[in-house]
């Protein structure tokens, strides 16, 4: 194993020292419990937005930390899950009295402790809703959840309910934002090689070197198959057909494309997928109105990539419009 990194333990603590020390005007980092919060929260009269999941997936969670998305993160060891006292603590530091708002990927260990937290928090007398996503159209059941994962559509629903929620929208209203984000994002992802977690020291899972595996999730989970690797443009069939046919999605929609990194993959060759996925779309009437291209939900080191097709209307689009200002996105502020 070869990392940028001092003692394996040390991985997430020392990462979230540095993304303080890089970024003291949008957030800071607490310690005991651990979490990342807003630097000028809580904001009153705004709802709080309180996401988290395991390290490794950075940017995401703690990289959007910022105006116009999160109020805080909590950040897990590598791969695994935050606890409820961390989620605890965060939900206090961003309420601001109008509540706050989980956004919560569909895997067990997230689900059971931000449910507990979110218990925890109403005995507390704050208001506490959840949307949890779940938008992998690869697998039913995985190694971590039950139903289906939730991965890139994440990213847009905390983009998305941030704008909501500095609108002033109510937590009700900035919850049915998240929900219809859910509802009409799809994802898949691929790998052409595992990621290595530091405290393991080799490979997740073994992929020969002239291997993909289609399907995969991220933390290594497998995916539907394992073929010999694919030129780019069918590499997209391979993904966009199962993302197309789920919801459905259908000629004269618009849509949000996003291609996404796994963490080791070049953005040459995230472009070039990026082309691919708008030549498969424009044959099936399908209309790209934004896009998001980039390493914004990775998996450590994994060379591969995802597609998320979120279909928009007007509100939606305005949202995504709509000014935003963290360490790993930043528009219009």
Known sequence: MKKLINRPEHVVVQALAGLAAAHPDHLRVRTGPRYVVRADAPAPGKVGLVSGGGSGHEP???GFVG?????AACPGEVFTSPTPIQILAATKAVDGGAGVLYIVKNYTGDILNFRMAAELAKAENIDVEAVVID??????????????RGVGTTVLAEKICGAAAEQRRSLREVAEVGRAVNASGRSMGMALSSCTVPA????????????????VGIHGEPGRERLVTAPARD??????????????????????????????????ELYIIYHELGRFLLERGIQVTRNLIGPYITSLDMQGCSIT?????????????APVNTPGLRWGA
């Open 309 to 321: 097709l979120l279909k928009l209307d007007d509100e939606l689009t305005s949202l995504w419009d």
């Open 235 to 268: 590499v997209v069939l391979m993904l966009a057909t199962p993302i197309v046919a789920d919801l459905p999605f259908r000629a004269g929609d618009k849509v949000l494309a996003f291609v996404n990194g796994m963490g080791g993959t070049p953005l040459i």
């Open 67 to 71: 105006m116009g998305m999160l109020d």
């Open 135 to 148: 938008d992998d159209v690869a697998v039913r059941d995985s190694l971590y959840t039950a139903g289906r």
């Open 200 to 215: 393991a020291g080799q490979p997740t899972f073994d992929l020969g070197p002239a291997d993909m595996e289609i399907g």
């Open 60 to 62: 995401m969670h703690g």
